[in-house]
């Protein structure tokens, strides 16, 4: 689990396209920032920029008994990590074999991983993982209605667009600075399978996150709550479910069952509940 910066400055991002999950989600300032996630990692293509952990990281790293790849984080954050003792990697873990600094960009925008340096530090860890992630397939719900475009405001100043390709089978995601692409896959847009909103209301943690002074956030990601998928072309109406802090999030039907998605890079966006959606 990758911790990878969404600033303007961070821009363009390498490795995401082979990831199987990308969080996104709020920090402070108005901008966002990615949790990716690699089921099985590999290649020497590069990962990053790598930047620092937030409260909802360590949410997430629970989640999916991950090992978390970072730069830093604030004493409050640090502290729960080294608390926690989840297995974890910054950039002068174990001589820095884990990360690598690209020259030809400016810091703090230039740290990167791999994914053999992943594959390196989960085997050196020896995290294990003993849940079963949901079978993926077509979507196993019915969808409310043919939905191509769609946009929303995940903050302030961050503006999220979302188009889907027929022949692909995939949305390209488009931001104010211009579609994301992927650096390590020859600078092309990001093909996304599934996005998926998740409604989840977040707070002020009451400590100071960055050099600024600006406040943490923490999201209140457990138990249930709304989701909207959208997959193949069409929105579905879905619920979130986190009622075991140490199980991934899963994302479930009206009655209640695992929403099966394609396989394929899913995109999750948390998102205010009472966010407004355009399609179109």
Known sequence: MVQVENAPDSRPHSGLQNADLVYEYLTEGGITR???IYFDPSG?????PVRSARLVTLRLVKSYSGVLFYSGA????????????????????????????????????????????LKSGVSDSN?????TLPS???PSATGDGQVTKFSFAQ???HSVSYA???????????TDGGPEIDTDNSSQPLKITNVVLIRVAHHDAGYTEDVLGENGID???????????????????AGWDLSDPAKPLRLTTADGKDFTLPQGLTWIHLVDPNMAVQAG
């Open 34 to 36: 990615f949790t990716v």
């Open 74 to 117: 604030s004493d409050k954050v640090q502290g729960l990590i080294w608390d926690s003792k989840i297995p974890n990697y910054s950039e002068g873990s174990n001589g820095g074999k884990y990360f690598k600094r690209d020259s030809s960009r400016v810091a703090p925008h230039n740290l990167y991983s791999s994914g053999d340096q």
């Open 127 to 131: 995290a294990k993982v003993t849940y």
């Open 219 to 237: 999201f209140d990601l457990q138990g249930t709550g709304k989701a909207d998928v959208y997959t193949r072309g069409q929105h579905f109406a």
């Open 155 to 157: 903050t302030d100043v």
């Open 164 to 174: 889907y390709d027929s022949g692909s089978k995939t949305y390209q995601y488009t």
């Open 44 to 48: 020497s293509g590069k990962i990053g």
């Open 136 to 138: 993926s397939g077509e």
